[in-house]
């Protein structure tokens, strides 16, 4: 497995999607069999292949789309936090952009902080613009799915009126490597590894809201636009990081975010 993260072949029906930097030029491609290939246009704007292929080995693997906006649900998993009732809705906060992290990217522990927490998460793409979406329709607005890590600063969540630092730190938002469209986002498995040892492990299907409830229940409030990304969630009992540490988030069908901690 290479620095970026393993992307995991294409199955009927499934693509990946990835945004990358070669020889100078950032383009968003198609990712296969450890090869991608270069699309033109916009990768909201039914972009086509125009060149490739080219060895995964050779690019550098960026973050998969530029977001205007973060949104995470902060209890999705019943067994997250067991002692709390189940929400009437997806409590959802922000994060800012500038909290976005690339594959390979190295997670910064910030001064101040004595208990750094990675979460696993699976992570909604949103494709076209979205604005009082409702549930039935939700589906035809979500471009495709991938890996987040969730990074939470716990001491600064649990004494802050606010989780603007306790989850928006810079590096706090790793999310990659790629976007698979055409899976059932309401049924994968999701794994996250600190040095290899697995520490959370738990199906989608285990969400208290699915994906389409959640981008619905925002889209009330909060225009989505193509390129978006919600962070859904993330299942049972977190586990501190440390510098030299190695996280990996893998979903089922779309490959492993992996990141170093210092």
């Not at 198609?30 to 990768?43: A, E, H, K, N, P």
């Not at 522990?109 to 750094?116: D, E, L, M, R, V």
Request: proline letters at 8%; hydrophobic letters at 40%.
């Amino acid at each position: 497995m290479n620095i970026f993260g393993q992307i995991c072949p294409a199955s009927d029906g499934v693509l990946h999607y990835m945004r990358f930097r070669y020889q100078g030029q950032i383009s968003y491609g198609i990712g296969q069999d450890q090869q991608v290939y270069r699309l033109q246009g916009g990768l909201f704007e039914n972009p086509r292949p125009v060149s490739g292929p080219i060895d995964i080995e050779d690019v550098e693997i960026l973050c998969p789309c530029e977001p205007t906006k973060i949104l995470a649900v902060g209890l999705n998993y019943a067994n997250h936090m067991p002692d709390r009732p189940r929400p009437v809705n997806p409590e959802l906060f922000f994060m800012p952009v500038s909290a976005l992290l690339a594959p390979g990217g190295t997670i910064m522990i910030p001064p101040g902080t004595s208990q750094c927490e990675a979460e696993g998460e699976m992570v909604v793409v949103v494709g076209k613009k979205a604005k009082g979406v409702p549930v039935e329709k939700a589906g035809q607005y979500i471009f495709g799915v991938t890996c987040g890590n969730d990074v939470s600063a716990r001491d600064w969540q649990r004494k802050d009126l606010q989780w603007w630092r306790a989850k928006g730190c810079d590096t706090f938002a790793p999310f990659g490597p790629v976007i698979a469209t055409g899976l059932c986002y309401d049924d994968l498995l999701l794994t996250t590894r600190i040095n290899g040892h697995i520490c959370q492990q738990q199906r989608t299907s285990e969400m208290l809201f699915n994906a389409c409830q959640i981008l619905s229940f925002a889209s009330q409030f909060v225009t989505l636009m193509p390129g978006d990304i919600i962070f859904t969630g993330t299942p049972g009992e977190t586990y501190r990081i440390i510098p030299g540490d190695v996280v990996e988030v893998e979903l089922e069908g779309v490959g492993v975010l992996r990141n170093i901690v210092a």
